[in-house]
């Protein structure tokens, strides 16, 4: 009566000779993979070999620094587009996390549990929005009502720093910055929220067993355990900045220059493309206009590289989270 | 403004007498109970509209050790948290009947809850050190909540007696500045001791402290517990009735009714517990014939 009434038991530990069944599932998905991807890349690099001829007339470093965008000269730089994108991204950033991430603990740790769905509920439905009737929005009410306060900031600071001077003309930067924030808030929100949310209740108990308020739960446990999927949450509202087109486009005056001031109208990558392309019928414009795509491409991988970058390292850094 | 207390404060013992009375009273002095640290009378713990704890009073004495033993599931774990407050925390439960503190109701409405987790310190089943701080800060982070401390020499001070009292000082002390969470499961859970007493709190509850630790460990927080005593009130919810029998000194056993509420069976000095119950469903749970 010893073990060899089980005569399987070393073979059952072996690996199946041949694929096995995950092996052969494994096989089918990464097939699965290059199908979709290949089709993809070839779309791509078809729609990109189009820019040849302007990269072979002004070069890749002339035509990415250049300053002037004039079609009826056939000359094109695409500074001022790069310029508009980032601005335009950073001022929406700037406004957004902080209220943003606000919100989110609101719902999570502060708001009496009714108000929580309240407040839930109608920052998902901004979310559903769609972008058009933001520009829409953005052009008849926020304009307007941001005047007196770019005029105040103009006629204060702005005497000093050029970059927050005067004329406010209302479409510009700062006004398309403001509304791609309104855009982007409800999606970094949403995610911090269920970031917060999922705070292990021993952490939030410990706190409060040992004499910790609302507040001391929040800043000890909630943010610390949080901050990688923050983070998380405010690349995947980066990404929908970058790439914001129509509502943009609507107000932010569509000037192809470098503004100095943010209150200067300017024009971003995606809201050129989309307002130009329908009438490119100078020379090299169409051309020209998806060389903006590309470089639109490069800054958008650029930037979630980096945040996949700043996010290893924050997961790093919080290690055996429990 | 007037600044709230910190913690609830106990009303002064009571200084002895400087001319000695008669021998007879003096007697009488001697022979009356232990003084009470907390006191339950006729607690009801519920979440929502179900009752876990049915109608349990508990005298608990000062400066000792009181076990709570029982089935799992009978409230051992909800009782304990309504004796700091913790349990109201949880959504849509409540408490009922009192709970005293030296004869504070802590659940009147003028009392601060806060005031009294400060006083009454727990400790968790599961050791949960706050993965982002290093172990100095997880002991410091009371102290800092609560503003009981200014100053980084207080500080270090603080620190290194509390990892001191809870037996880790050795252990941790030219790594104060690693994660909470970088120390092995035994070490957490002296580590969230050594936490709970940086609050120098007046009662500590410990919930199954020992139930993640190997038989050293559960030795070593046993001897603690014992040698706390002298400064801490002790309440240690466990389900290991040698732990019970060897550190406590008054025993309380709860079950579950019909109800599926637990409620008080009996409560007495341990060693009446162990060798003498006076029910028989103590006696057939502590013998280990029971579920
Ligand atoms: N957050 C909660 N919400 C609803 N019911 C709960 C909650 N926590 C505990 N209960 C219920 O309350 C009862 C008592 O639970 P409690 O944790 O106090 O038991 P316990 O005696 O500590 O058990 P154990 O020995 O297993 O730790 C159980 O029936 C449990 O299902
Ligand atoms: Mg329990």
């Not at chain 2, 959504?91 to 504070?104: F, Q, S, T």
Request: hydrophobic share 50%.
């Amino acid at each position: 009566m010893t073990t060899t009434s089980r005569p399987q038991g070393i073979h059952a530990l072996r690996r199946p000779r041949g694929l096995g069944q995950d092996g052969v599932f494994r096989l089918t998905l990464r097939v699965v993979a290059v199908l979709i991807v290949i089709p993809v890349l070839w779309m791509m690099v078809d729609t990109f070999a189009e820019t040849v001829p302007v990269w072979e007339r002004f070069g890749i470093p002339g035509f990415v620094t250049g300053l002037r965008w004039a079609p009826s000269f056939t000359i094109y730089g695409a500074l001022p587009f790069i310029y508009g994108t980032l601005l335009t991204s950073a001022i929406a950033m700037v406004i957004a996390v902080p209220v943003a991430v606000l919100i989110a603990l609101l719902i999570t740790e502060i708001l009496p549990p009714r108000a929580r769905t309240w407040v839930a509920v109608a920052v998902d439905l901004l979310a559903a929005i769609p972008s058009v009737v933001y520009g829409l929005w953005g052009l008849l009410v926020l304009v307007p009502v941001l005047r007196p306060f770019e005029q105040a900031v103009a006629g204060t600071a702005g005497k000093v720093v050029p970059f927050l001077a005067g004329p406010t003309p209302g479409p510009s930067y700062f006004a398309a910055g403001v509304v791609v924030s309104i855009m982007i808030i409800p999606i970094i929100a949403a995610l911090s929220r269920e970031v917060f949310a999922a705070t292990p209740r021993l952490q939030r108990e410990a706190v409060r067993a040992l004499g910790g308020t609302r507040w001391d739960v929040i800043r000890t446990v909630v943010i610390p355990l949080g901050r990688s999927g923050v983070l998380a949450a405010i690349i995947l509202g980066l990404a929908r900045a970058i790439g914001e087109t129509i509502a943009v486009t609507m107000v932010i005056g569509n000037a192809p220059k470098i503004g100095a001031s943010i209150f200067s109208p300017g024009f971003t990558l995606a809201s050129v493309i989309a307002n130009e392309f329908n009438e490119a019928n100078q020379e090299l414009h169409p051309e020209a206009l998806i060389a903006l795509g590309l470089v639109l491409l490069v800054i958008s991988v650029l930037v979630n590289g980096l945040a996949i970058l700043i996010r290893q390292r924050f997961a790093r850094g919080v290690g055996r989270v429990v | 403004m007037t600044t709230t207390p910190i913690r609830l404060q106990p009303p002064p013992v009571e200084p002895a007498p400087v001319v000695s009375v008669s021998a007879a009273s003096h007697n009488a002095k001697m022979l009356e109970p232990a003084e009470l640290s907390v006191e339950l009378s006729g607690v009801n713990a519920f979440y929502g509209s179900r009752r876990v704890v049915r109608d349990i009073s508990l005298p608990v004495r000062s400066n000792a050790i009181t076990a709570i033993i029982g089935p799992s599931g009978c409230g051992k774990s909800t009782l304990l948290r309504c004796i700091n407050r913790m349990h109201e925390l949880t959504p849509g439960a409540h408490v009922e009947g009192r709970i005293e503190y030296h004869g504070i109701d802590l659940y009147a409405p003028d009392i601060d809850p806060v005031a009294v987790r400060r006083t009454i310190g727990m400790v968790f089943q599961q050791p949960n050190p706050f993965p982002t701080m290093s172990i100095h800060d997880n002991v410091a982070a009371p102290a800092r909540f609560n503003g009981l401390i200014a100053g980084k020499a207080a500080e270090h001070d603080l620190v290194e007696r509390c990892l001191r009292q809870a037996a880790l000082w050795d252990e941790v002390k030219d790594k104060l500045k690693a994660g909470g969470t970088s120390l092995s499961g035994g070490q957490q859970q002296r580590l969230c001791i050594a936490r709970a007493l940086a609050l120098e709190p007046d009662v500590l509850l410990m919930d199954e402290p020992c139930s993640a630790l190997d038989p050293i460990a559960t030795l070593q927080v046993e001897n603690l517990m014992v040698e706390l005593k002298r400064d801490y009130t002790i309440i240690i919810v466990t389900h290991n009735m040698q732990q019970a029998s060897r550190v406590s000194d008054q025993t309380a056993f709860l079950t579950m009714g019909d109800d599926r509420a637990g409620y008080l069976v009996e409560m007495a000095d341990t060693v009446e517990i162990f060798t003498n119950p006076r029910q028989q469903l103590t006696e057939d749970y502590v013998s280990g014939r029971f579920g």
